[in-house]
């Protein structure tokens, strides 16, 4: 029952989760599930999102739990969701907790390491390397040498390698054998590169549209909604940077108020360039800055 339910629960959107919840409570009747926190993790999470001026946002503390619980089961996870939905703040939110509870106990947490890389910012030769046929000589690609880097560290840190960018089948497709049991990367030259267990491979994409089922079927999926996460945090976090509290108030209830009522009133327009609510809300705050 867990299992089940810790694979599938962090791909739904909300509207979705109280029907999985049914047909659960259908497939597995009479029986309570007891919901098991991991605590310490929780509370490292919550102090960390307070020392980086972030607001404790609920669904976004359960994505970055469902985050950590995926990458002890799975070395390949994708974070899916658009632009503002809170993809980034995620992993470095868990990388900086997890960091903070290693400094505590340093025996039973150890320390994480990332490096991140866009693999649609260069050429699929630059990627993964390429043999020049008239001199036969190699090049090694930007992502090779990155694992290769990872993978040599032999201490017992974890390192993870964030590929931020656009899954498509022209690259990935040569990241299957890494995806799946395997775990072995084999480039042109004939060279392996296999993953010890401390490196996972996180993914952070806006949507799969383009990604092939083989690839989606070897991955872990936590999928954020900006719904979930909406305007108001970010409103928040740029009214606590004022130090006068008459201004803070008067901004809070001013937002409260009117941010409401125009963001009702653009779902009825027509935009050129759709824009989230968020973004409005940003570009908002930064030109009441300038005033």
């Known amino acids: 029952m867990k299992a089940i339910r810790d694979m599938n629960l962090p791909k739904f959107v909300a509207d979705d989760v109280?029907?999985?919840?049914?047909?659960?409570?259908?497939?597995?009747?009479?029986?309570d599930m007891v919901e098991t926190v991991n605590q310490e993790l929780c509370d490292s999470v919550e102090a960390t999102l307070k020392t980086m001026n972030l607001q404790n946002n609920h669904s976004q503390v359960s994505k970055i739990l469902q985050l950590y619980d995926s990458m002890v089961t799975r070395h390949g996870n994708?974070?899916?969701g658009k632009t503002l939905s809170g993809k980034s703040t995620c992993w470095k939110v868990?990388?900086?907790?997890l960091n903070s509870l290693h400094k505590q106990k340093p025996n039973e947490h150890p320390l994480v390491k990332h490096e991140v890389l866009n693999p649609k910012s260069i050429t699929i030769n630059d990627l993964y390397g390429v043999m020049d046929l008239n001199s036969m000589e190699w090049s090694d690609g930007v992502l090779s040498s990155m694992m290769a880097r990872l993978c040599r560290d032999e201490t017992t840190d974890l390192r993870w390698m964030i590929l931020d960018g656009p899954v498509d089948t022209i690259w990935?497709?040569?990241?299957?054998?890494?995806?799946?049991?395997?775990?072995?990367l084999t480039l042109l030259n004939g060279d392996r590169i296999s993953l010890p267990s401390q490196v996972g491979l996180l993914f952070e994409v806006e949507n799969l549209s383009v990604a092939s089922?083989?690839?989606?079927?070897?991955?872990?999926?936590?999928?954020?909604?900006?719904?979930?996460?909406?305007?108001?945090?970010?409103?928040?976090?740029?009214?606590d940077s004022y130090k006068d509290d008459l201004i803070r108030d008067?901004?809070?209830?001013?937002?409260?108020?009117?941010?409401?009522?125009?963001?009702?009133?653009?779902?009825?327009?027509?935009?050129?360039?759709p824009i989230p609510n968020t973004a409005v809300i940003i570009s908002f705050c930064k030109l009441l800055d300038s005033f």
């Open 18 to 31: 109280p029907l999985f919840n049914a047909l659960f409570q259908d497939l597995f009747p009479n029986i």
């Open 78 to 80: 994708m974070l899916v």
């Open 94 to 97: 868990l990388k900086a907790s």
């Open 172 to 184: 990935i497709e040569s990241m299957n054998t890494v995806l799946d049991d395997n775990k072995v």
């Open 213 to 239: 089922p083989a690839t989606v079927s070897r991955a872990g999926m936590i999928y954020l909604d900006i719904n979930d996460l909406g305007w108001e945090s970010y409103a928040q976090t740029w009214i």
């Open 250 to 273: 008067t901004l809070h209830e001013l937002m409260q108020k009117w941010i409401p009522k125009v963001l009702k009133a653009k779902q009825s327009c027509k935009e050129l360039v």
